[in-house]
């Protein structure tokens, strides 16, 4: 093939910018001392690797949320595409196969997410790359306490939806020890104490319900509508009114998507403004029913930099700032210096100034870039469980039509709505349980099956 003129002249400058980049070093190496040399290579090493790692990132856009999900997949390809490193999408996966009714696989993956995901491990490194990389990059993804909890809530219906009677009062019981136990992330929330108080009675157990309604209406600093639902609810128990067994529950709308600013505001949080794109329904409840929003999920999210919360990720964000102004004027430096360089290697070899009008056009467009390196480099980790419901609405009324709660809302929040839950739905479990096993793979976690004796002999409940 024919060399261009172009190819020759790049070669050139490729030439002699690496002769200046040896004599420059070579100058550096000999006024410094070693043990001086040697720690600021070190340190030249790491900056310049995170920065040419960031650059790289910084433009590429973020994978779209359930790009790779169909809503007319079947159980046995939402089976086949979770894979567990990719912990979000395995989140995903898992609200999509129970909105399918693939019950059996929320409860093969529902309960290996619950034990794989709940866990922090503190690795040095890995920590440490936190700093000079955006928050998260090699960080394993850990559950919040109310993704924990919601996970036991699936799995509890999950469970009753087959017919199995026991299993869902053992995963309400892990409900209550999720959301209160202090582990990594912790902290009760309204929404899954609603759920343990709803399932409790459709189980039968008015007295385990009593509880959680008790905690719902002493829950300082929640929805005012859900707490006077909450004491509505204890006296309609202790009078012994009520229909405890005819609940219905819908989704209604999608999280929303999170966005974020600098803002340098209160040391304890951090310089993060957290806020959600769209808005969420304010709490509703009436003689039938309550509607309550996850916006305290959203407040799980937003507080996770917090100096009182997760102190380690509040200094890892603080350091890390330097850093991302660092990299930024590495970026903007590396602009000048193409411009400036290939301007001078043009006039040095006497060309016709294209070299030169080249290097301008690519050294603006990389100091262009250098906000954007800054504001990749400061991103906090935001990763959460993202296609779960805005809001849910529990309910007795024969139909949502008859529930004042949903009538009052817009009609696109009501082409929104899908039932998620109802006391009275019937499904084969030991035909579809049979349809799952032929579709697993050898990589498919180990599933004790549910005793198909006891499904089948059951009668309606």
Known sequence: MRRSWYDGKKERVEALFNCWVLRTMKKARASLSTGYATSRKVVFLV????????????????????????ASLSCAKIATHISFPD???TLRDIYQAFSAGCDETVIIYGTQAQDDYKYKTF??????????????????????SYERGFLSVLLAISYYRLHNLDAPQVELRRLDHEIFTPLYNYGADPVNLLFSAILWEVLGEPHEARVDWNRLQGQEGQDEAVRTFASHRLRQLNAREGRSEDWSVYAIGRFPG??????FQDSSTGYFSVHPR???????????????????WFQKIAMRHDSGYHPLL?????LRLPVGVVYSILTFTAGASIMVGGCFVDMAGEGDGSLCKLSIQGGLALMQESPHVLRYTLRPDLRHWDNVPSNFLFTWAPDVKDEPCWRNVSAQYQGLTIKIFDRHERKNAVKRLEMLSTAMTPDTPTFVPLQTEALEGRGSF
């Open 278 to 296: 769209q808005g969420f329904l304010p709490g509703c409840f009436s003689e039938s029913g309550v509607r309550i929003s996850t916006n305290a």
């Open 87 to 89: 912990r979000i999408n």
């Open 47 to 70: 900056l310049i690797g995170g920065f040419l790692w960031v650059s790289c990132q910084s433009s590429a856009p973020p994978r779209p949320q359930d790009a790779h999900l169909d």
């Open 123 to 144: 690795r040095v490194l890995k920590e440490a790359s936190n700093i000079f990389l955006p928050d998260g990059t090699f960080i394993d993804y850990v559950l919040e």
């Open 314 to 318: 509040h200094a890892q964000s603080w």
């Open 258 to 263: 999170i966005d974020w600013n600098i803002e």
